[in-house]
C-alpha cells in the first residue's frame, strides 16, 4: 500500500555542457543528490521539440523543427533518441526507475507549424497533422513500455484553451495506450480555470495520473479546481507540481515550508491518497542552472515537511 507521494521531476534539466553520456550521467546525480525517485534522462541532448526532427516529413530549420511533408512513424522506433538514451540508463543504472516525456501532438503541432505545415497539411490546425503526430508518436510510446520505464506526455499548450477538446483527449489516449495505464501520465502547466480545462483532462480513460502546476502566481488558483470526487470517480491521481521554475532571483524560489504548506493544502482538497507525484511545475531546462539545486533542493525539503519519515 502506497502511503506518501512519489518525488520526480517533468523531466527536462539545464544542458551540462559535456558529452551528450557525461551530460545524461551528470542528470542523473542531479536528480539523486535531491532525492527524486523516478529520474529521466534530463534532456540533455535536445529540448522539447527538437526530439521530434528524426521523424519522418520533419526537419530542423533555424533551431525550431519544420514540418515539411508527411509525418510517419519511423522505421525502426528503437532508434529514436529518448529510446536510446532510455538504454543508455537502463544499462548505466540497472537499480534506478526512469520515465520518459515525450511531446504531445497538439504542443508539438502549434509550436512548430504555427507558419505554415508544409504542403501536405492546411495549417497547424489540420486534423490530419495531429492524427499523423499521434500515430508517429505511438509506436515510440510503446517502446517505453518495452523498456518497463514510465511514460509522460508533456503538452502544456493545452492549458490554453482549446474549442473542442474531444479529438485532444482521444489522441492523448491513442498514444497513452501503448503503456499499463497505471506508468501514463499527463503534464500540463499554466492556469487551468480557462474553457473548463480541468474537466476535459479528467476525460482521460489511459492515463492514470494529470502532473499540474500549482506553485507560481498565475498557478496558484488551480488548487481552488481540486474536488475530490471528480478524480476518485475518474480513478485518476494527482501530480502536484510545488516549486516555481521560472525564477529571476533567490528571493523567488519556493521555500520548503511554502512546498509543505502547498501540500498539505492539496491533500486536504483531494486526499492525500489520490496524490501520487510531488514534482516542480515544469521543466527545469529553461531555468538558470545558478537556481536548479536550490529548487529542487527546497522541494525535497518541502516533501519531507509534508510527509516526515519518507
Not at 174 to 189: D, F, G, K, M, N
Request: aromatic content about 6%.
Amino acid at each position: 500500500m502506497r502511503l506518501r507521494p512519489v518525488l520526480t521531476s517533468i523531466g527536462s534539466l539545464p544542458p551540462f555542457p559535456d558529452s551528450p553520456e557525461a551530460a545524461i550521467r551528470k542528470s542523473v546525480e542531479l536528480q539523486r543528490a535531491h532525492g527524486l525517485e523516478i529520474l529521466t534522462d534530463g534532456e540533455q541532448r535536445g529540448d522539447m521539440l527538437s526530439m521530434y526532427e528524426s521523424l519522418p516529413g520533419i526537419r530542423p530549420e533555424g533551431g525550431v523543427p519544420r514540418i515539411v511533408g508527411r509525418i510517419r512513424p519511423l522505421d525502426d522506433p528503437a532508434e529514436f533518441v529518448k529510446i536510446r538514451d532510455l538504454d543508455f540508463l537502463r544499462l548505466t543504472f540497472p537499480e534506478l526507475s526512469f520515465k520518459v516525456s515525450l511531446t504531445g501532438p497538439t504542443t508539438f503541432a502549434f509550436s512548430c507549424a504555427s507558419r505554415g505545415a508544409g504542403p501536405t497539411y492546411r495549417s497547424a490546425m489540420d486534423p490530419a497533422l495531429h492524427e499523423d503526430l499521434t500515430e508517429a508518436i505511438r509506436p515510440i510510446a510503446h517502446e517505453v513500455h518495452r523498456r518497463g520505464a514510465d511514460l509522460q506526455i508533456d503538452d502544456p499548450i493545452l492549458s490554453q484553451g482549446m474549442r473542442d477538446y474531444a479529438p485532444v483527449v482521444d489522441r492523448l489516449d491513442e498514444i497513452a495506450s501503448e503503456v499499463p495505464r497505471v506508468r501514463a501520465s499527463l503534464h500540463v502547466c499554466g492556469g487551468l480555470r480557462r474553457g473548463k480545462v480541468l474537466e476535459a483532462l479528467l476525460r482521460l480513460k489511459n492515463v492514470s495520473a494529470l502532473n499540474l502546476a500549482f506553485a507560481a502566481p498565475a498557478e496558484r488558483e488551480n488548487v481552488s479546481l481540486l474536488e475530490r470526487r471528480e478524480w476518485e470517480s475518474r480513478d485518476i491521481a494527482l501530480g502536484a507540481g510545488c516549486a516555481r521554475v521560472q525564477v529571476s532571483h533567490v528571493g523567488e524560489i519556493t521555500t520548503p515550508e511554502e512546498v509543505a504548506s502547498l501540500l498539505r493544502t492539496i491533500s486536504e482538497r483531494i486526499g492525500a491518497d489520490l496524490l501520487r507525484y510531488v514534482v516542480p511545475d515544469c521543466g527545469l531546462r529553461a531555468t538558470s542552472a545558478t537556481f536548479v539545486s536550490p529548487i529542487l533542493g527546497n522541494l525535497h525539503q518541502g516533501f519531507l515537511l509534508a510527509f516526515p519519515g519518507s
